[in-house]
């Protein structure tokens, strides 16, 4: 199956600092969503788009619906130790399918 | 809400066996998705459902995999015989179809000696 291309794989961050990621595909989406996943447990959506440039915050995270409908973006300001996990990009096209489409992952490390 | 339901959290068992994985889905939701996650492949569709009925089941690795959904509150995942290779956090999911938020079981925990 199509896999969304996600980056960066890994990031090592201080506390305090401001995270950015991004997923990009082929195809174009017209639902984008962002998942957090902590050691033994399943995804747990943080964040859902469903408009092209569509700007939505949760927090101190902040997502976007890139313009193209072929990327997504996601930020995390002021990182605290609990940020840390792998995050993950999903994208669905219910006109072709309703299948979602995941990103690889980025592994994010905070240090106090 | 209760979300996803999985059952069981972790499953040990020896090659040939049959493993059978549980999931009950949201109440409302009428499309489920199985999922496969390792290192290697990260998350892996398997197949899914919509309204019961299975829609696309091209990600089921092989004939020893095989899926039902007999009602709208249940779904299993079977696999026999069971290989070490399956070993692997399986992951049920539920939306509503048509642009719909997913949302993730706990995950069954897989080992295959």
């Known amino acids: 199956g199509q896999q969304l291309n996600q980056s960066p794989q890994s990031m090592f961050i201080q506390e305090g600092e401001d995270v950015s990621m991004n997923c990009t595909s082929s195809?174009?989406?017209?639902?984008w969503l962002w998942y957090k996943q902590d050691p033994g447990e399943g995804p747990v959506l943080l964040i859902a788009?469903?408009?092209?440039?569509e700007l939505t915050s949760n927090g101190r995270l902040t997502a976007q619906f890139g313009i193209t409908r072929k990327d997504s973006f996601l930020n995390i300001s002021a990182s605290i130790p609990s940020d840390v996990g792998i995050y993950f990009c999903?994208?669905?096209?219910?006109?072709?399918?309703?299948?979602?489409?995941f990103g690889t992952g980025t592994s994010l490390t905070v240090i106090p | 809400d209760a979300g996803v339901i999985q059952s069981p959290r972790h499953e040990v068992t020896e090659m040939g066996q049959e493993v059978t994985l549980r999931c009950k889905p949201i109440?409302?939701?009428?499309?489920l998705f199985w999922y496969r996650q390792t290192m290697m492949r990260g998350l892996e569709l398997l197949i899914y459902?919509?309204?019961?009925?299975?829609?696309?089941d091209s990600g089921m690795p092989e004939d020893r995999f095989s899926a039902k959904m007999p009602n709208a509150s249940f779904s299993t995942l079977k696999i026999q015989p069971s290989e070490p290779r399956d070993s692997a956090v399986y992951f049920c999911?539920?939306?509503?179809?048509?642009?719909?938020?997913?949302?993730f079981g706990s995950g069954t925990q897989l080992s295959v000696l």
């Open positions: 999911a539920s939306s509503l179809s048509q642009g719909g938020r997913l949302f």
């Open positions: 459902f919509n309204n019961n009925v299975p829609i696309d």
């Open positions: 999903a994208g669905q096209n219910f006109v072709t399918g309703n299948q979602f489409y």
């Open positions: 788009l469903y408009k092209a440039g």
């Open positions: 109440s409302g939701h009428n499309s």
């Open positions: 195809s174009i989406f017209n639902t």
